[in-house]
């Protein structure tokens, strides 16, 4: 049976490739060290060293043990702080999705710099996700907190929720774009013409969204919204836009905002995180955007209508 003196025997014969050499390394005899490399390959019934007279090379069996006495040493030593961190509350391992609206690479890294110095034994898995795939991981893939679930209220009993604020939205199309010549209403049927620029939703389990689209539209799917918007800053398609990401361009005249019939509504954004899954770590997380902290201020900057706002 493996064993711990047995796992660090062998790692020291693997890296030194020479039983004196991890003998003198662990303050033992060669025939200790190699007495246990033979317990070991009995064991485990195979040989694990090519040895002659000048070397010592691990077998095929012996790289593939070595991987795993490596994860095993590692687990095992770290597993005393692992189990006095649950005890303490804190979670050994987190999963954040983020809604990709509020998605920014800045106040991500600087989340993860910040748990890391609090909870430096906590895994932490950052997962961006789309519309419904927020929500769809929380509630189907263990994640333990979401920061931009869509709506205004929560979609089972075991998650609450924080309302963020609301994202506003506008129709816009490239300045050179045929429908920027219209001085009419601009009808369904004129913009039937043109395709609608998408960010496909990202669920699995729970149905998908699609933001806008007329039937009988060729539709583009993109898989963010900043190749969203170079779509249409390029008139390759027209769609809406958060009017926060759109704002500089339609200042430069980059991009027009047109008046269409259909009207977007604002999208409410939630912090939202699972009761059942949710330590420390999650709670530090919620109380960054309870006191307004830069790092939450930064995941924020698209949400331009105020948490009272009534749509």
């Not at 019934?45 to 095929?60: I, K, P």
């Not at 983020?98 to 895994?123: H, K, W």
């Not at 420390?280 to 006191?291: G, P, W």
Request: charged share 20%.
């Amino acid at each position: 049976m493996l064993d711990l003196e047995m796992m660090r025997s062998f790692i020291q014969v693997a890296e030194m490739k020479s039983f004196s050499k991890a003998a003198s390394n662990l303050h033992k005899t060669s025939a200790t060290i190699s007495y246990r490399i033979k317990m070991l390959e009995e064991s485990v019934g195979a040989q694990l060293f090519n040895r002659t007279t000048r070397t010592v090379e691990l077998t095929a069996a012996g790289e593939h043990l070595l991987e795993q006495c490596r994860e095993w040493i590692m687990w095992l030593e770290n597993m005393p702080k692992e189990l006095q961190q649950i005890n303490d509350g804190i979670e050994p391992s987190v999963n954040i999705t983020i809604n990709n609206l509020l998605y920014d690479v800045d106040a991500v890294t600087e989340l993860l710099v910040y748990l890391n110095g609090m909870f430096p034994q906590t895994q932490i898995t950052i997962s961006r996700q789309i519309f419904m795939g927020v929500w769809d991981r929380l509630m189907y893939d263990n994640h333990h907190i979401a920061i931009g679930a869509p709506g205004s209220e929560s979609l089972t009993n075991i998650i609450e929720s924080k309302d963020l604020g609301s994202i506003s939205w506008a129709f816009i199309v490239s300045k050179n774009h045929p429908l920027t010549q219209y001085k009419g209403q601009i009808t369904d049927a004129m913009l039937r013409k043109y395709p609608a620029i998408n960010v496909e939703d990202t669920a699995r389990n729970l149905q998908k969204r699609t933001a806008w689209l007329l039937k009988g539209q060729k539709e583009i799917k993109v898989p963010n919204m900043s190749t969203k918007l170079k779509c249409h800053l390029n008139g390759l398609g027209i769609g809406f836009l958060p009017r926060t990401i759109c704002l500089p361009h339609l200042e430069s005249g980059d991009l027009i905002e047109l008046q269409i019939t259909t009207h977007r509504v604002p999208s409410k954004m939630m912090l939202a995180w699972n009761t059942e899954i949710s330590g420390k770590t999650v709670q530090a997380i919620i109380e960054l955007f309870e006191e307004n902290h830069p790092i939450a201020q930064g995941l924020l900057k698209n949400i331009d209508l105020p948490v009272d706002h009534i749509s």
